[in-house]
């Protein structure tokens, strides 16, 4: 009797050997991981040890002094100028500060990224952005400037934005940071909605560990003082990892 296997499916995201410096300063060195598609897949670390800076590389931002990241098996910066961009608008990116144009109102904001990468009209792009804000609980609003609202609406306009697009990959950087518990709790829910509901992968960058744990199926550790990764699993089983360091990150409150 004949018996085949179906191989496990490929990653969506692969980080293989990727050093990371400015100038002579080496932040991190060797990191590798990979993240499966419809994963919520954290990057943790010390404050400082290049998380964000970590997330740059990913998006294109910031070139690898070494090593590669791949989209699907396609190599992002072995590729040229063109498909780079091409895989660029794969991504929806929610930045620490949100990064809104103060300028612009929330649904202008949003409807951005329609006009200048879909090439859709002003009222079709409103008519999203408006869609895209209400999924986030902004319904209402859309006529509202960064600077009339809390800084949690910030953040959940941010995330309406990085969904603009419907991108494959959402890349969410200390989307609660700054935030009082409640908020962050439903940041995280809006998360996980969109997960659930259009089955985006999202890589979170994060120190908040009710985050971490409500949300992350698997993470890497990035050890600022080793410049390595030193752990990578899901969140909950590396409460007990061999590295003191992690253990004490992770057990943060416990009694």
Partial sequence: MTTTTTPPPSPQVEVRDLTMAYGQSLIQKDVTFSVGRGEIFVIMGDSGGGKSTLMRHMIGLNRPAAGEVLYQGTAFWAADDEDRETLKERFGVLYQGAALWSSMTLAENVSLPLVEKRGLSLEDAGAVSRLKLALVGLAGFEEH??????????????????????????????????????????????????????????????????????????????????????????????????????????????I
């Fill in 145 to 254: 400037y960064p600077s009339e609202i809390s800084g949690g609406m910030r953040k959940r306009a941010g995330l309406a934005r990085a969904m603009a697009l419907d991108p494959d990959i959402l890349y969410l950087d200390e989307p609660s940071a700054g935030l009082d518990p409640l908020s962050s709790r439903r940041l995280d829910d809006l998360i996980l909605e969109q997960r659930e509901s259009a089955g985006t992968t999202i890589v979170l960058v994060t120190h908040e560990l009710a985050s971490i744990f409500a949300l992350g199926d698997n993470a890497v550790f990035l050890d600022g003082e080793r410049k390595a990764v030193t752990a990578r699993g899901k969140p909950s089983a590396l409460r007990e990892s061999p590295e003191p360091k992690v253990r004490a990150f992770l057990g943060r409150g416990r």
